[in-house]
Nanobody, 124 residues
């Protein structure tokens, strides 16, 4: 198992920014993709964003495309999710995940390793 540790969550007012970090305690080239998912109370876990280490290709859910940015920094084995213009609907536990196998980028079942999550709460 490869440890994934999320950090950066917290309480923020609507409209504000927040940056989440996913530290990957392994070699960046050992993984194809790092992804962010989130899960709100009463909802299923949903895809947020992903980045492929080698190509730099990025993917976003439609409802965050204009507000979130994912960036990978292989020198420190960390992927960041910069979230701007937050709204209360963004409130969720955010998880990072990775895989060595590849698969469907936006599907949770693709991913073999998951962090324990970091709580993001957006107030009105």
């Amino acid at each position: 198992q490869v440890p994934l540790v999320e950090s950066g969550g917290g309480l923020v007012h609507a409209g504000g920014p927040l940056r989440l970090s996913c530290a990957v305690f392994g070699r960046p080239y050992s993984f194809f993709v790092i992804a962010w998912f989130r899960q709100s109370s009463g909802k299923e876990r949903e895809f947020v964003s992903a980045i492929y280490w080698r190509s730099g290709n990025t993917y976003y859910a439609d409802n965050v495309q204009d507000r979130f940015t994912i960036v990978g920094d292989s020198s420190v084995n960390t992927v960041y999710l910069q979230m701007n213009n937050l709204v209360p609907e963004d409130t969720a536990i955010y998880y990072c995940a990775t895989t060595t196998q590849g698969g469907i980028t936006r599907a949770a079942g693709t991913y073999d390793y998951w962090g324990q999550g970091t709580q993001v709460t957006v107030s009105s």
